[in-house]
């Protein structure tokens, strides 16, 4: 898979931003906890901007119930990015959408819509293309001019250590 979860290169910064819901009604369905897990391309030469988000019940399996795809750039970059693709692929990677290129055992649109609810919190929102950067930065890929500023090297680190990234969980081989 060439997607990879963020908590397996930041364990600890992804523990402490993981976003979970208590509980929620999706498809007639009740789940008592839902958490959505990052991943990110672990591909140096791929700058596809994006993030896979499972959407998973812990309580009940690690499985996905959904896959989202959540793609933060505009439009215009997906189409300059993927030139060849079909409209819907490209409307797929913009995201928040259901990766359908992924198997999904309850692919409801109603994850979505509650994953879009959550971006509404712009601190979250803003999570994925730091956690995209960071990711990139720890694989060894050379950032782009316009991914860099999303690092926040000078801001606190997420693990909540009271250091800013740069000194704390920053890959120092890489700075």
Known sequence: MDFQPFIERYREIAINEIRTINYATIGGTYYQDLSFIPLYCNKKDCDCRRAMVQVIDPLKSTDPLAIISNGWEQLSFY????????????????????????????PHPEFVELFKHMLEDGVYAKR??????????KIGMKLAKDVAPYLGLMQPCGCKSDKIFKFCCAPKNRL
């Open 79 to 106: 189409k300059a990015w993927g030139r060849g693709m079909s409209a819907e692929m490209i409307k797929e990677f913009k995201g928040p959408d259901l990766d359908f290129s992924n198997p999904q055992s309850n």
């Open 128 to 137: 994925y293309p730091r956690q995209y950067a960071q990711f990139k930065l």
